[in-house]
């Protein structure tokens, strides 16, 4: 149960799947789909769908790299929150969204696992808010040249941990794209 006890509402934020984020990421179009359908499954549902777009040097605003992929068009009504930072809650109005949609329950989905998504949750989760993470709708790249670990083992390993996080008033959990409830 979340901390923000005037926030019932549940959302489903997307983050970062973006054509140069997720170009030659891990099970790419398997993670894509499934967050197609997480997408179709919440606007079905009439839960508001959140979408997280990163821009920086690399990824600059308004090129093809930082479009979201053609797979995931968002609707002009949903909320888009800007980022340059990984904790899409950092120097963005992504709190002041949720405050307004009365959001005190996330679903998260996107890129990249070992990066944004780690980010988010653990940022969204100090705040108060309820996470779930789709365990099979996050991805990420292979850093494994710079020290890290295969992406499949990234993504079992932030699963793993995740579905065992807890503080006081929250939860923490993960989930499959097919058992994602949007009802607390």
Known sequence: M????????????????????????????AVVANIRS?????????IPVVWV?????????????????PELPRLDSEPLVHKSYGDSFEGTDLEDVLAKAGVGRLVVAGAETD???RSTIHGAFTRGYDVTLVGDAHTTNDNSEWGAPPPDQVIAHTNLYWQYHSAPGRTAGVSTTTDVSFSV
Do not use: F
């Open 2 to 29: 979340t901390n923000l006890t005037d926030r019932p509402t549940t959302a489903l934020m997307v983050i970062d799947v973006q054509n140069g984020v997720v170009a030659e990421a891990h099970q790419r179009d």
């Open 38 to 46: 997480l997408v179709d499954k919440a606007r079905d549902e009439g």
């Open 53 to 69: 777009q990163h821009s920086d040097d690399g990824l600059v605003k308004g090129s093809d790299d930082w479009a979201y992929v």
């Open 115 to 117: 990066a944004c998504i």
